[in-house]
């Protein structure tokens, strides 16, 4: 007899490793009136079930920090060992996107199998990468890292959804770039969507107020709706980019740069 209760129960962490400064007119299409701050925090998720560790993201390395103007806290690889994992015993990675702050320190996962949706290879490396506006957010060293990992046959390609392990599954959203895959999860509390970049900010997809980096602004509002319709409730979104994360979530006993996803917000918010 299957059921919920024979799923395993992650554990789900996010790491933060990285912070900007922005203002509200960069992270809405058409700006915003109320232009005060809204900073942004970037991150890179653990999921961890006896015998198994799936890293969704890899993060951006110092090197890129220092190109873009990033305030690097700390690798993000590096980081996994403060909540008691080893990037070599990392099984499978999740790229959710190929964007600069998602895919770097592929070399630093040994062990690895890398999954990503056959759109965003086909994007990354095909024809709209002739035009600079839409290659901005990639960084060819990165891609090129992937391309080679193909020929290593640690590459997984997925079309569409897709079902990763016993309790994790794959949402091909689109959108933000034409290959982004949010991450839905089981844990303790029920089903949590780690939403990657298909919403950067709990106000993008609570207001349908898209982000402007996007390829195709349809399925970035139709994004919000799967991503409900995926989570055990709107709570159990969690977004890609919002400095809230830290504030809802309680911190790992020995990271107070990483909070616990796997357990209720410090609020409850109320269901729209």
């Given at each position: 007899m299957s059921g919920l209760t024979e799923l395993p129960e992650y554990e789900v962490f996010a790491l933060r490793y990285a912070h900007m400064p922005r203002v509200r007119r960069d992270n809405f299409i058409g700006g915003d009136p109320h232009d005060g701050p809204m900073p942004m925090d970037f991150f890179v998720?653990?999921?961890?079930?006896?015998?198994?560790?799936?890293?969704?993201?890899?993060?951006?390395?110092?090197?890129?920090?220092?190109?873009?103007?990033r305030d690097l806290l700390r690798c993000p690889i590096g980081a996994l060992e403060r909540i008691g994992a080893r990037p070599e015993d990392v099984s499978d990675v999740i790229i959710t996107h190929l964007h600069y702050d998602h895919a770097g320190n592929l070399d630093r996962l040994p062990h690895a199998r890398?999954?990503?949706?056959?759109?965003?290879?086909?994007?990354?490396?095909?024809?709209?990468?002739?035009?600079?506006?839409?290659?901005?957010?990639?960084?060819?060293?990165?891609?090129?890292?992937?391309?080679?990992?193909?020929?290593?046959?640690?590459?997984?390609?997925h079309d569409g959804n897709a079902d990763l392990a016993p309790g994790v599954s794959l949402l091909k959203i689109g959108g933000h770039t034409k290959g982004l895959q949010a991450v839905?999860?089981?844990?303790?509390?029920?089903?949590l969507v780690l939403a990657s970049d298909a919403s950067h900010y709990y106000e993008n997809m609570e207001r349908q107020?898209?982000?402007?980096?996007?390829?195709?602004?349809?399925?970035?509002?139709?994004?919000?709706?799967?991503?409900?319709?995926?989570?055990?409730?709107?709570?159990?979104?969690?977004?890609?980019?919002?400095?809230?994360?830290?504030?809802?979530?309680p911190a790992h006993e020995n990271d107070p740069d990483t909070v616990l996803l796997h357990v209720p917000p410090r609020k409850i918010y109320p269901e729209k």
């Open positions: 998720w653990l999921l961890r079930a006896p015998e198994r560790l799936i890293l969704v993201d890899t993060g951006f390395n110092a090197d890129t920090a220092k190109k873009r103007n890398f999954h990503i949706q056959d759109a965003e290879v086909e994007y990354a490396t095909g024809r709209c990468m002739c035009f600079e506006p839409m290659r901005h957010a990639y960084s060819v060293d990165d891609v090129v890292t992937l391309v080679r990992n193909v020929y290593e046959d640690r590459v997984v390609f839905r999860v089981h844990t303790r509390r029920g089903w107020r898209p982000f402007p980096i996007v390829h195709n602004v349809a399925d970035m509002l139709s994004g919000y709706a799967r991503l409900e319709s995926a989570a055990a409730s709107p709570e159990h979104i969690i977004p890609g980019h919002d400095p809230m994360v830290m504030a809802r979530y």
